[in-house]
């Protein structure tokens, strides 16, 4: 199975930065459409950002204009800049294709928390 491992995360203070990583080892970034979701504590995994094939970006509403998803795919990376962080953001963050389920494979994420 393909490879999906994302870095970055940590702890923050609200208002702070973080930068999250993703490595896919199967090269998928050339060829699907990408996401970044996120697991609060206790709740169900939601689609934070996307970037479609031809490079345009979607965004759910509380990540508009504080977070930015980028892709380099001759590295076969993927970033999500994260701003102006607020407690709510706290979660486990994920990256994988768009529209992927329960039952697709899935990384370990990257934990973030942010504290007030």
């Known amino acids: 199975q393909v490879q999906l491992v994302e870095s970055g995360g940590g702890l923050a203070q609200p208002g702070g930065s973080l930068r999250l990583s993703c490595l896919d080892s199967g090269g998928d970034f050339s060829g699907y459409a990408m996401g970044w979701y996120r697991q609060p504590p206790g709740e169900q995994r939601e689609l934070v950002a996307s970037i479609t094939l031809d490079g345009s970006t979607i965004y759910d509403d509380f990540a508009k204009g504080r977070f930015t998803i980028s892709r380099d795919i001759a590295k076969n990376t993927m970033f999500l800049q994260m701003n102006s962080l607020k407690p709510e953001d706290t979660a486990v963050y994920y990256c994988?294709?768009?529209?992927?389920?329960?039952?697709?494979?899935w990384g370990q994420g990257t934990q973030v928390i942010v504290f007030s």
């Open positions: 994988n294709r768009l529209f992927a389920t329960g039952f697709d494979y």
